[in-house]
Every structure is written in C-alpha cells, then in structure tokens.
C-alpha cells in the first residue's frame, strides 16, 4: 500500500509514522517554504510561527521520540503603574483584590473540570460513552456551570468572576491569541478552554532549542521508519484519477493521499475545482481562515523595574479588557489597533540554549506597541503565513477556532468530496490541534477501512 502524505506539521509526522508501522510505503512531500509549518525557529533562535509545544506525550513515547520539554513558569500582568498580577496554577502573587486571591483557586478548578470533557469531545475520534456519567458525576450545580460556559462571552465571565482588570485583561489575550474576535462576542469563553484543554494556558511548554528541535526529532523518526520525505517549495499538480500528485517535475504515485493542510486550501489549491460537486465548492468557500497572528523577534535586556520572579514567564504589557475590545473594533474595520495586546517572552531564561538578548512577542489582532528598548525588530504575520506555509489568509490554527467552525463547520459536514483515496489528516481535523492526534486518527481510518475490505 502506498501512502502519500502532503505537508509536514506534527499531524503529518504522526500519520507517517503510524502507516509506517503498519507495513505501508511512505512518502511525505511538503511544497512550502519551510519544512514542519507552522514550527520554525530561525537562524537567530526564534520562532517564526508558533512557538508553544502540541505534540502529545503518549505518541512521543509510542514512537520514541525523546523530546526535552521546558515549561514557562507562568504568565505576568504589567500595570501602566509599574505594578504587576501573576498567574499560576496555584496562586496570584503581586498586587490584586483579595476577593480574587479567594476565587482564583475555584476558578481553575472549573476550567479543569469543563476541559476535562471538552478535551475529550476534541481530542477523541468519537465521544466516549461514559462522558455523561461524567458530567453529571459534577453534581447539579458544577454541571450545569460546566454546560453553559462554552456560550459565555470572555466578559461575562471574567467580570463574574473577578475584580482586577489586568488579570480578566491577560487571562482575555491568552484565549483570543491568534483569533479575529473580540472579548465581548458570545462564545470566546470557548477559547480559553480550548487553550486550556491544551495545558499551555498558564504554562506554556516548548522544546529545548526551540520548535525546529521538535520537527528534526520526528525527522530523524520517521527516516529510521523508513518514510521517504521530500521537500521541494513549489506549486503541486493532483491528478485524482490517475492518482498522482506531481510536484517540480517529480511524479508521487499513491494508493492513498492524507493531506496535512487545511481543508480550505486542501480543496482549492491542492485539488482542482473541476474534481468537486458544486456544493462541496460552495461549501468549502465558507470555512473561514482570517489570520490576525503577528509574531516580533527583538534584541533587548530584561528591564530592571520588572520582577525577576516573572523572568521566566509570559509578560502582558497593560492588559484590559476594554482595551482589547477596542483594539478588535479597530481590526474589525480594517484600522490599525492603537492598543493592541502584546506578549513578551525571554526564551533564555527558560531554555538556557537559547540566546540571551532574545526577545519573542506576540501581536494580538496583527498589531502593537513593543518597549521603545527593544532593537533588531523582525516581524512576521498572516502575509509570511501564507506565502512561506500554505495558510490561507494566514491563519495558523488550520482556519478559525470558534464554537460554529469548531463543532460544524470544520471537516464539512453533510458534504464528502468523492475523490478516492484522498483525506484530511490536519487541524483541519481538529481545531488548532498540531499534537499529531489528528494525523494519528486519520491513519487509524485508513486503517480500519482496508481491514474492513
């Protein structure tokens, strides 16, 4: 059985690697820029795309790749006063109301419960039978708690919760990084659980030597596997009926192609309208992908009014949730944001590799003020996505991560392009999942159908 997969994120390395260990022959060709989109550390030791670490724990282990995984230790509010909030799993430390000191505790404990069962119905190729009994194992109250918050806006629930406007404020930027919609929108709560199910909400992990580590470690993996990989930037021709893909002059005969790239791109680029009922076309066309991700790399030393106990955190400058809103008022309208929401990172003091002047900001709603400190500036948004890595309108998620993409939009319901031997193994799959799940899932399909003919 020959199996082709296009692309090389974590989700195409896992479908690699699992068809390998199933007896097939594997080839995976990648015809953008840079090979692992969207992790990339460049020459200078940042990241180009996304720098927090998705790759599952289990599927590490499963196919020995030994991964040296460093935690931030949590993330830090900075008040335009000096003052500052800081946020761990366990506690706030700094300045805040009492009140929120209190009710922090209990609000963790909420997120994990709702992400507990989020994360399944996310994570999991189908809904496990017990997740009811789970849920209402919750009790009456924490139940229904759990039921309404995907619905909530970031607002609603921040206010409810706390009194501290730079805490709602960081808590707010970490849902809605990367995201086109503003904290006072119904649903953004859903946000901040998927980051949430994800682990790296408060404690975002990477890869000692940054994600291009990641990527050479499922490399060397999939190599001793005897996956054939080919990278050779260009425009890719599929002939579905010949079942070819043809990329630079080189011709990839398959019996079976798993694309890892979106499912808009997938079906617009890599497939040839002609192939697609009209439907399908129309269909595709409303997957929604508006990229507002702007990642700064700096040269800068660490400002001695800042806490040292922060050094190793993620820094909100001047969090709010007004100001956020605002700053999404003015993307909506195709303005330049005057108080966009910034994140600062000193890769060094978590990764010692890493160089020490290095500076890693993200630019919410693809736009921001960094500390006039900060030289050597380089930046890169939903432009660089697309052209050097395939993402439509620049978004790196693998299309938008709302409730409505999220749960019926993303793959396409009720619509099944019939082109043989061609799927989907991405976040397309899986909204913003690059843990390798989706890929190891789409193997497993292709799997569990051959054994069924």
């Not at 990989?229 to 009926?241: K, R």
């Not at 040269?299 to 969090?319: K, L, M, N, T």
């Not at 890169?380 to 790196?396: A, H, K, N, S």
């Not at 989907?424 to 899986?430: D, E, V």
Request: with cysteine; glycine share 8%.
């Amino acid at each position: 059985m020959k199996s082709l997969i296009f692309g090389s994120s974590p989700n195409a390395f896992s479908a690699a690697l699992s068809l390998a260990e199933a007896g097939h022959q594997v080839q995976m060709v990648e015809s953008a820029n840079h090979l692992g989109a969207p992790y990339h550390t460049l020459e200078a030791g940042g990241e180009m795309g996304l720098a927090d670490l998705h790759f599952c724990p289990q599927l590490a282990q499963r196919f020995q790749i030994g991964l040296q995984l460093l935690h931030h230790g949590g993330r830090t509010a900075l008040r335009s006063d000096g003052s500052f909030v800081r946020a761990t799993a366990q506690q706030l430390e700094g300045i805040y109301p009492a009140q929120d000191a209190e009710r922090w505790p209990k609000f963790v404990q909420l997120l994990d419960q709702t992400s507990a069962l989020l994360g399944q119905l996310l994570q999991s190729p189908q809904a496990p039978q017990d997740l009811g009994e789970q849920w209402r194992a919750l009790g009456r109250r924490q139940s229904l708690e759990v039921l309404r918050l995907p619905w909530m806006s970031l607002r609603d629930l921040l206010d409810e919760w706390f009194l501290d406007e730079a805490l709602k404020g960081m808590l707010a930027e970490v849902a809605l990084e990367g995201v086109a919609q503003g904290p006072f929108a119904s649903g953004t709560v859903f946000h901040l659980l998927r980051r949430w199910v994800r682990g790296d909400a408060l404690r975002p992990a990477t890869v000692q030597g940054g994600s291009s580590a990641l990527i050479a470690a499922l490399l060397k993996a999939a190599t001793q596997k005897g996956v054939k990989i080919c990278h050779s930037p260009g425009q890719p021709q599929l002939d579905c009926s010949e079942r070819q893909l043809t990329l630079n002059d080189q011709v990839f005969a398959f019996d079976q192609l798993l694309s890892d790239k979106d499912a808009r791109w997938t079906y617009t680029q890599l497939v040839s309208p002609r192939f697609l009922e009209t439907e399908f076309n129309t269909a595709i066309h409303r997957v929604r992908g508006r990229g507002c991700w702007q990642r700064a790399l700096a040269q800068g030393d660490w400002p001695e009014a800042w806490p040292e106990a922060s050094q190793s955190d993620i820094i909100h400058v001047h969090p709010g949730l007004r100001n956020l809103e605002r700053a999404y008022d003015a993307l909506k309208r195709n303005q330049v944001a005057s108080q966009a929401p910034v994140q600062l990172c000193w890769p060094h003091f978590v990764d010692s590799s890493r160089p020490q002047q290095l500076v890693q900001a993200s630019l919410g709603y693809g736009s921001g003020t960094l500390p006039t400190a900060l030289t050597d500036v380089q930046t890169f948004g939903p432009v660089d996505y697309e052209r050097e890595w395939q993402c439509p309108q620049g978004q790196l998620w693998g299309g938008e991560t709302d409730l409505s993409q999220s749960f019926f939009l993303r793959p396409i319901p009720a619509y099944e392009a019939e082109l043989p031997g061609l799927d989907l193994c991405g976040a397309s799959l899986h909204p913003g999942d690059y843990s390798g799940r989706a890929g190891h899932w789409a193997a497993q399909k292709v799997l569990q159908a051959l054994a069924a003919t």
